[in-house]
Every structure is written in C-alpha cells, then in structure tokens.
C-alpha cells in the first residue's frame, strides 16, 4: 500500500465508506512506514477519538429522551371535572379556611402546582432536542460559500454524513469540506481572507484564520491582519500574515525540472 492509497482509504474509513479490515490495513502500513508512519498513527487516534465522541454523544442525547408515554401518564393525575378539562381541586371547608380569601389563596398554590407539573412535562420532552442541537447552537460561523465547481460536499457536524455544498452558504467551525474529481470550492472568512479548495481535497475548518488541510491542495489569500493564518498538515503548520500561499499535499506525477516552481491554481475571482 502506498501513502497515497493509505490516505485516502483513511478518509473513506472515517466516512464508513471502507470495509472492517481498513483499520488494520492502515495500522500495519503507519507501523511499516517510515515517511507518513508517524503522522498517521496519531490521525488515525484522532479519528478514533472523534468517531468515540460522536458515538457518546448521540448515546447521551437518546438517554435524555423520556418514555413516549410520559406526557400521557402526567396528565392522566391531574383532576379533572365531568368536561375533561384540568381543574384545580377544591378543599373542603375547615377550620382554617374561614374567608373567601384563604380559599382563593389555596386555589392559586394550587393551580401553580398544576402548572408547575405541566411546564415540568414539557420541558423534559424537548431535553432531547436541547442536547442535540446544543452542540449546533455553541460553533462559530466562520466563512461563506462564495464559489463552486463540480459538486463539492461538507459534513457541517460530527455525526452528520457529507451532503452537497450550497453556494452562499454559511459554515460553521468544526465543517469538513471535500471535492472530487474536478470539483473546487472557494470561501470568504469574516476577515477577508479567501481560501480555494482545489480538486480531491479535504479540509476542516477550525478558527477564523485557521483550517486543517487533509489531502490536496489549498490556495490562502489571507487578509492582512496582526493574527498569523495558521494551516496545519500532516506533514507540518504554516504560519503567516496577510499574504497569499498554496500548500499541497499531492504528490506530482513527473519529478519538476531545475528551477521551476509549482503555482497555484485558484478559482477565478468574480467580477
């Protein structure tokens, strides 16, 4: 197995694209490698910690759901008169209760008790959806879809399977974009910057002049600012002010002549 192939059946592993004996396909190749050994024996421990936490993290939401009779079984104790309808019980006279006005105070602690059981109810049905979407509501947007080629695609959560791009599309920190063959994506971060993915990439979006470059290749067209743009690969992290850069992690068919030099191939930029 190449590093080439070792790379992208680690993407289609991630993805549950690639059968049981991936992972021990890939840890025989990270122990036999000299070149990529080191740096996918700890992607593949990332992987497996993220691939773990998405796992926990749906256990704990399904745990967080009541029964599906739980609203039914609350409301079946409240009283209720001959119409059906929720009514706050009356206590008999007493000894204590010798105005109208004590007996409309325990009326109202009543009813609030009612009301305190139903909103009680209430809230324990959506907790559900609360935990679920609570990991949603903390990320950050952080750049927006303002060219495509081909169909390119993104998994906007953890635990969510990859789904085609939209242009004008916001996305979030913790997003992972991926192209095919031929397809290219560029985004706008808040700060300016334009970042175009090139064909057969991958790439995580972490910080608002951060990313994580998988496979393939990236042009950076960083806006100037005090706060380096920061890109981390497997084979290392590069650091830079507004400036423009390409990094690649492709491996080029035919050795480059003397003195020549690779250049990017961005998208072009709309008029």
């Known amino acids: 197995m190449t590093c080439a192939e070792a790379r992208s059946l680690r993407l289609r592993w991630l993805d549950g694209e690639a059968g049981p004996d991936a992972a021990p396909r890939l840890a025989a190749h990270a122990a036999s490698c000299a070149q990529c050994g080191p740096a996918l024996t700890a992607q593949l421990a990332e992987d ?30 409240l009283p209720k008169a001959s119409t059906g309808k929720l009514v706050p019980p009356v206590p008999e006279a007493g000894e204590k209760l010798r105005s109208a006005q004590d007996l409309d105070a325990v009326r109202r602690r009543r009813w609030l008790r009612i009301w305190t059981a139903a909103a009680a109810a209430a809230i324990l049905v959506s907790l559900g959806a609360w935990a679920a979407g609570a990991a949603m ?38 997003a992972v974009l991926r192209t095919g063959a ?14 175009d993915l090139g064909s057969d990439s ?22 100037k600012d ?46």
């Open 182 to 195: 031929g397809a290219q994506v560029r985004l706008r971060f808040k700060d300016g910057s334009l970042v």
């Open 226 to 271: 005090a706060e380096s743009w920061i890109l981390e690969t497997p084979e290392g992290t590069v650091r830079t002010l507004g400036t423009v850069f390409s990094v690649s992690l492709e491996k080029p068919a035919t050795p480059p002549a003397a003195g020549a030099t690779e250049k990017a191939e961005p998208l072009r930029r709309s008029p």
């Open 202 to 223: 991958r790439l995580v979006l972490e910080g608002p002049r951060s990313g994580r470059l998988q496979d393939g290749r990236v042009h950076i067209a960083a806006a």
């Open 48 to 77: 497996e910690i993220q691939r773990s936490g998405a796992g926990l993290l749906d256990a704990a939401a399904r745990a967080a759901q009541p029964p599906a009779d739980f609203s039914g079984k609350v409301l079946s104790r």
């Open 137 to 174: 509501r903390a990320r950050v947007i952080l750049a927006e879809v303002v060219a495509m080629n081909g169909s390119p695609e993104a998994s906007r959560l953890p635990w969510e399977r990859f789904l085609p791009l939209v242009q004008g599309e916001s996305l979030a920190s913790g």
